[in-house]
């Protein structure tokens, strides 16, 4: 029909010209049915929306917590513009993934000799029966000019059990009265004093004010797990953090960009890599990413003490493409520890540092942080990826321990005091989940948990109100950033209402979203 109204059109056309004609009408033709098309798609989103394929129909009404669908469903405003999609936990063409982990053995004939707590060296007590008396030679290793060279300090000889660390990351070589040997490295939380000192009166300052909510940060991550994947593999600590923390899950957290940098830098700067100075490797002008605006840096100047530590020295979220950073970013760094523990793991069993899994090695960092600075306030941040960066079966590894240090916080009365978050990047981008069609949806749609103290929203009612409402709309890292700045700046006696910024292009999750986002939604395109 087409080419004979294009033939038509150009039967008055000289015979040499009139290929070229049809040609042009023909583009014409298509162009105005697209664009009429477009227009009518626009013109009525929420219809269009609301008529989504198969993975979007009829989960979330039951109120199963582990059922998966949006908990908002008929419940989103009708002037929500972006309605969130009911994604089915368990959708018939997921279920050839649904695989068990091969069990994580890390065991060797016995366990690790030296472990840290609480600040301090020990020597494990099985040690000292199997082997008589240990003696340990404790070498400092430190961080060299930049994110990628460590040094070595001067050693301790001995180093005595229930002595103070020196630095976070240490080797240890040890030597029992039976000849028996061993060395490995290891991380523990450094206190530093001086750190204490300067900014102990920062704090109190803040409190005096009124200005703050004097709540901690508390924050861990899997790289590359949806909202739906973390249900699916972590279900224990997801009950927990639902059921008995009484967290709150954002079901509309959207990523703004693909890739790992793409989710932190406007989480943890609030900018996007295009607004951020060049920083990738090779590129004219670039420098490293020490001047970025970094949310740590404001948390420094009111006196928190703070954490960072990633796993995967050779993949760092800002030294894979970028040049990293040349001072240290946070009083506490894991990176050091990875660039000196790496080599060493071919040694052990997958995922094991010794007779210990490395994921607990992580989190065993973060529950010392949380330890050594009881009395200060503080930011800590552990994101863990060898588990799901690739595949995801292996997460279910982490469930039991991940559970247990969350009843440790709670237990120990550190989420008395915190903002604690539970989160990821995005969700699969490499597994073969991704090819489906609900693993398309879910590769966007990360998990993001909240969970403020108990006592917040007694005091707070509006501002928990518009949490949970929150939870249930659009929201983005430009959002979380946001927060982080207003838990700063957010009076004691104050509440949440309909409208606050927290500074740059996000909404603070305290106050009332119109589900639509606005610039905050812009994408952080990849660079090459």
Same mark, same amino acid.
């Given at each position: 029909?087409?080419?004979?109204?294009?033939?038509?059109?150009?039967?008055?056309?000289?015979?040499?010209?009139?290929?070229?004609?049809?040609?042009?009408?023909?583009?014409?033709?298509?162009?105005?049915?697209?664009?009429?098309?477009?227009?009518?798609?626009?013109?009525?989103?929420?219809?269009?929306?609301?008529?989504?394929?198969?993975?979007?129909?009829?989960?979330?009404?039951?109120?199963?917590?582990? *059922?998966?669908?949006?908990?908002?469903?008929?419940?989103?405003?009708?002037?929500?513009?972006?309605?969130?999609?009911?994604?089915?936990?368990?959708?018939?063409?997921?279920?050839?993934?649904?695989?068990?982990?091969?069990?994580?053995?890390?065991?060797?004939?016995?366990?690790?000799?030296?472990?840290?707590?609480?600040?301090?060296?020990?020597?494990?007590?099985?040690?000292?029966?199997?082997?008589?008396?240990?003696?340990?030679?404790?070498?400092?290793?430190?961080?060299?000019?930049?994110?990628?060279?460590?040094?070595?300090?001067?050693?301790?000889?001995?180093?005595?059990?229930?002595?103070?660390?020196?630095?976070?990351?240490?080797?240890?070589?040890?030597?029992?009265?039976?000849?028996?040997?061993?060395?490995?490295?290891?991380?523990?939380?450094?206190?530093?004093?001086?750190?204490?000192?300067?900014?102990?009166? *920062?704090?109190?300052?803040?409190?005096?004010?009124?200005?703050?909510?004097?709540?901690?940060?508390?924050?861990?991550?899997?790289?590359?797990?949806?909202?739906?994947?973390?249900?699916?593999?972590?279900?224990?600590?997801?009950?927990?953090?639902?059921?008995?923390?009484?967290?709150?899950?954002?079901?509309?957290?959207?990523?703004?960009?693909?890739?790992?940098?793409?989710?932190?830098?406007?989480?943890?700067?609030?900018?996007?890599?295009?607004?951020?100075?060049?920083?990738?490797?090779?590129?004219?002008?670039?420098?490293?990413?020490?001047?970025?605006?970094?949310?740590?840096?404001?948390?420094?100047?009111?006196?928190?003490?703070?954490?960072?530590?990633?796993?995967?020295?050779?993949?760092?979220?800002?030294?894979?493409?970028?040049?990293?950073?040349?001072?240290?970013?946070?009083?506490?760094?894991? *990176?050091?520890?990875?660039?000196?523990?790496?080599?060493?793991?071919? *040694?052990?069993?997958?995922?094991?540092?010794?007779?210990?899994?490395?994921?607990?090695?992580?989190?065993?960092?973060?529950?010392? %942080?949380?330890?050594?600075?009881?009395?200060?306030?503080?930011?800590?941040?552990?994101?863990?990826?060898?588990?799901?960066?690739?595949?995801?079966?292996?997460?279910?590894?982490?469930?039991?321990?991940?559970?247990?240090?969350?009843?440790?916080?709670?237990?120990?009365?550190?989420?008395?005091?915190?903002?604690?978050?539970?989160?990821?990047?995005?969700?699969?981008?490499?597994?073969?989940?991704?090819?489906?069609?609900?693993?398309?949806?879910?590769?966007?749609?990360? %998990?993001?948990?909240?969970?403020?103290?108990?006592?917040?929203?007694?005091?707070?009612?509006?501002?928990?109100?518009?949490?949970?409402?929150?939870?249930?709309?659009?929201?983005?890292?430009?959002?979380?950033?946001?927060?982080?700045?207003?838990?700063?700046?957010?009076?004691?006696?104050?509440?949440?209402?309909?409208?606050?910024?927290?500074?740059?292009?996000?909404?603070?999750?305290?106050?009332?979203?119109?589900?639509?986002?606005?610039?905050?939604?812009?994408?952080?395109?990849?660079?090459?």
């Amino acid at each position: 029909m087409l080419s004979l109204t294009a033939t038509m059109i150009c039967l008055h056309i000289r015979p040499n010209r009139r290929y070229f004609c049809r040609r042009i009408v023909l583009f014409l033709i298509v162009s105005f049915s697209l664009l009429a098309i477009y227009t009518i798609f626009l013109s009525s989103p929420n219809d269009v929306l609301g008529k989504l394929p198969y993975p979007f129909q009829g989960a979330g009404k039951s109120g199963d917590l582990l *059922r998966g669908g949006s908990s908002g469903g008929a419940d989103q405003s009708s002037s929500q513009e972006c309605v969130l999609p009911e994604l089915v936990l368990w959708h018939p063409e997921l279920t050839v993934y649904r695989k068990d982990p091969k069990p994580l053995r890390c065991s060797e004939s016995e366990s690790n000799w030296v472990y840290t707590v609480n600040g301090t060296f020990r020597i494990s007590r099985e040690a000292v029966e199997k082997h008589g008396s240990v003696m340990c030679i404790y070498v400092p290793i430190l961080r060299g000019k930049d994110d990628f060279e460590v040094s070595r300090g001067s050693p301790v000889k001995p180093m005595v059990d229930g002595a103070r660390l020196t630095s976070d990351v240490f080797e240890a070589k040890c030597v029992g009265s039976d000849g028996a040997v061993r060395t490995n490295v290891y991380v523990g939380v450094a206190p530093k004093e001086d750190i204490l000192s300067q900014r102990k009166v *920062r704090v109190e300052q803040q409190r005096s004010s009124g200005s703050s909510l004097d709540l901690d940060i508390l924050m861990f991550g899997f790289d590359s797990v949806s909202r739906l994947t973390w249900m699916r593999n972590l279900p224990n600590s997801y009950r927990y953090f639902v059921e008995v923390l009484g967290g709150t899950v954002l079901e509309g957290y959207n990523i703004v960009g693909d890739g790992t940098p793409q989710a932190l830098l406007p989480l943890l700067t609030g900018k996007t890599e295009q607004e951020l100075p060049e920083a990738r490797r090779g590129f004219s002008g670039a420098v490293t990413v020490d001047g970025h605006p970094w949310i740590w840096k404001d948390l420094k100047r009111l006196g928190y003490v703070t954490q960072w530590g990633e796993d995967g020295s050779n993949i760092g979220t800002f030294t894979y493409r970028m040049l990293g950073f040349r001072n240290q970013p946070v009083d506490h760094y894991l *990176r050091t520890f990875y660039l000196a523990a790496d080599r060493d793991f071919r *040694r052990y069993q997958p995922n094991c540092l010794g007779s210990q899994p490395r994921h607990l090695n992580m989190m065993n960092w973060m529950r010392d %942080f949380v330890a050594v600075y009881a009395q200060r306030r503080k930011f800590s941040f552990v994101f863990h990826s060898e588990y799901s960066h690739d595949g995801y079966t292996d997460l279910k590894n982490a469930d039991g321990d991940l559970k247990d240090l969350l009843e440790h916080l709670n237990r120990t009365g550190a989420l008395d005091r915190a903002m604690l978050v539970l989160m990821s990047d995005h969700g699969a981008r490499f597994q073969n989940v991704r090819n489906t069609e609900q693993g398309k949806y879910e590769e966007r749609m990360p %998990f993001f948990g909240v969970r403020f103290p108990a006592w917040f929203a007694a005091r707070h009612p509006g501002a928990a109100a518009n949490l949970e409402a929150n939870s249930r709309r659009l929201v983005t890292a430009f959002d979380v950033h946001a927060t982080f700045h207003d838990l700063l700046d957010f009076p004691v006696d104050g509440d949440g209402g309909d409208g606050g910024d927290g500074g740059g292009d996000g909404v603070c999750l305290l106050f009332l979203s119109d589900g639509i986002a606005g610039d905050a939604v812009r994408f952080a395109s990849d660079p090459v």
